[in-house]
């Protein structure tokens, strides 16, 4: 079992937990991952690790709660325990040596981005941070990803922080930034990383995204991940779960995202007791 040390709500509907696992923090590498299991024979989910520490043996990760199991994670307090910790997985990011990567985060993305910052900022690159939002509250680790970044820019839809709009603002405030930007990547839901693949094609600019697909193994083995690039199938727990975003086939991904989405539903209700609103 793998102990729960702190369980926090960072913004609504966002969650933090740090948990004990040893093995894991001192493997740990930016870019990857764990999978997460709330109980024995439950559901195995993915979640990019926001933060470790190897010297004292643990890991932290934000979630966002939007099942069954996510909600019963959230639930966690510390004390308490969860029976699985796979990982880290998935390939570590290549740190590049550019002036300036632009790092784009929003939702759980936030936290995620949080040590590929810290791993450019120590190979010496400069660092931008966008946070895009729905309204002011969806931001959280302010203090601490201002500590890395060298500029961070906030995007909200309401513009009660920052600028007001979406994610397509991203060109305009790469260049108000007046950072010599050579690569952006990106984290959060789908829907993120595409736009923001969409806004930076036409500055033929390097992006890559960390995908968000389903996953049971996380080894290669059951194909649940299964993604187009470039024309090839790729699986995100293994050839990931960082891709070149030019490449990446949303509208594939977008339906395989959707697969399960009714059983999804189904559960949550069961398990919240609401049956017979079915
Ligand atoms: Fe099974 Fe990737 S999660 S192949």
Not at 111 to 136: D, H, M, N, T, W
Not at 195 to 213: D, F, H, I, R, S
């Amino acid at each position: 079992m793998f102990a729960v040390l702190e369980s926090q709500v960072l913004a609504p509907n966002l969650h933090m937990l740090t948990l004990e696992a040893p093995d894991v923090a001192r493997q740990a590498q930016a870019g990857q991952f764990v999978i997460l299991r709330a109980e024995e024979d439950g559901e195995r989910i993915p979640l990019s690790l926001a933060d470790w520490d190897a010297a004292k043996g643990i890991i932290t990760v934000v979630i966002v709660n939007v099942g069954k199991t996510t909600d019963r994670l959230t639930r966690l307090k510390a004390g308490q325990a969860v029976p699985t910790v796979a990982g880290p997985l998935g390939r570590p990011l290549k740190i590049e040596p550019v002036k300036a990567v632009c790092l784009v985060g929003g939702c759980y993305g936030v936290g995620s981005i949080y040590p590929l910052a810290r791993a450019y900022r120590r190979q010496g690159s400069r660092v931008l941070i966008v946070l895009e939002g729905k309204s002011g509250f969806a931001f959280y680790w302010e203090e601490k990803l201002r500590s890395i970044a060298d500029k961070i820019v906030y995007i909200t839809r309401d513009g009660t922080r920052g600028a007001r709009g979406h994610i397509d603002l991203l060109p305009r405030a790469i260049e108000a930034s007046g950072e010599l930007v050579e690569r952006v990547i990106a984290n959060g839901c789908n829907h993120l990383l595409s736009e923001v693949c969409t806004a930076t094609q036409p500055l033929g600019l390097p992006t890559q995204v960390c995908l968000n697909t389903l996953m049971i193994d996380g080894t290669g083995m059951c194909g649940v991940c299964r993604v187009t690039v470039g024309g090839q199938m790729k699986f995100a727990c293994v050839d990931g779960p960082y891709f070149d975003g030019h490449a990446v086939d949303w509208q594939e991904l977008f339906q395989r995202r959707q697969s399960y989405l009714r059983e999804e539903v189904q559960s949550l209700r069961s398990s919240a007791g609401m049956e017979e609103c079915l």
